[in-house]
């Protein structure tokens, strides 16, 4: 098992920038992934950055350029900085950690972001 831990999020007004952090715990291999997805509402959950471990990351198109994610391995700590904030960002973030060695999915309890116009 694996317990993730989000912190940050908050109401910021466009333009603005917020830093998103998500600490793993527990069951942590070396192979794995550890991201960001957002939900808003209506809407389905979807991708926002992923780092896998070994150094490859992805970015949504709707925030390259804006959002940058980052790992700590030595804490199991991703973090997501958010620059140039858009109303269309707001949304629930929820932390996403995979295993790859027993193909397991684990997620945050999500931290909503809300972006002002």
């Known amino acids: 098992q694996v317990q993730l831990v989000e912190s940050g999020g908050g109401l910021v007004q466009a333009g603005g920038s917020l830093r998103l952090s998500c600490a793993a715990s527990g069951r942590i291999f070396m192979i794995n992934a550890m991201g960001w997805y957002r939900q808003a509402p209506g809407k389905q959950r979807e991708l926002v950055a992923i780092?896998?471990?070994?150094?490859?990351?992805n970015y949504a198109d709707s925030v390259k350029g804006r959002f940058t994610i980052s790992r700590d391995s030595a804490k199991n700590t991703v973090y997501l900085q958010m620059n140039s904030l858009k109303p269309e960002d707001t949304a629930v973030y929820y932390c996403?950690?995979?295993?790859?060695?027993?193909?397991?999915?684990?997620w945050g309890q999500g931290t909503q972001v809300t972006v002002s116009s």
């Open positions: 996403n950690f995979h295993d790859y060695r027993y193909r397991e999915d684990y």
């Open positions: 780092a896998i471990s070994g150094g490859n990351i």
